[in-house]
């Protein structure tokens, strides 16, 4: 059974940095896209950034283009989401997913493990 656990994730201020790690345990991990949501306080959960199966295709959603890079290393089976020129607005519960295809997609219908979240706080 695939595990997920995220770390990384703490108080910042606007302007600021974090980089968010998700360390995979279980099924084979390098066959599998990644991808990273999040969860602010009273709205749905949304699409960060996926990453394919081998890192060779990304995505992203627009909010977070040109700040936010995901990355991953195949070897330590472990997902990276560095983020720069933080907003009060990407506060929210950051959660680490495993997709059951190979690419870098942005449908949370088609994760099927997800980590247990870290909270990332951007102060103004």
């Known amino acids: 059974q695939v595990q997920l656990v995220e770390s990384g994730g703490g108080l910042v201020q606007a302007g600021g940095s974090l980089r968010l790690s998700c360390a995979a345990s279980?099924?084979?991990?390098?066959?599998?896209?990644m991808g990273w949501f999040r969860q602010a306080p009273g709205k749905e959960r949304e699409f960060v950034a996926a990453?394919?199966?081998?890192?060779?295709?990304?995505s992203y959603a627009d909010a977070v283009k040109g700040r936010f890079t995901i990355s991953r290393d195949n070897a330590k089976k472990m997902v990276y989401l560095q983020m720069n020129s933080l907003r009060p607005e990407d506060t929210a519960v950051y959660y680490c997913?495993?997709?059951?295809?190979?690419?870098?997609?942005?449908?949370?219908?088609?994760?099927?493990?997800w980590g247990q979240g870290t909270q990332v706080t951007v102060s103004s």
């Open positions: 990453t394919s199966f081998n890192g060779g295709g990304a």
């Open positions: 279980g099924r084979t991990f390098s066959r599998n896209g």
């Open positions: 997913a495993a997709s059951i295809t190979p690419a870098a997609i942005s449908n949370p219908v088609l994760y099927d493990k």
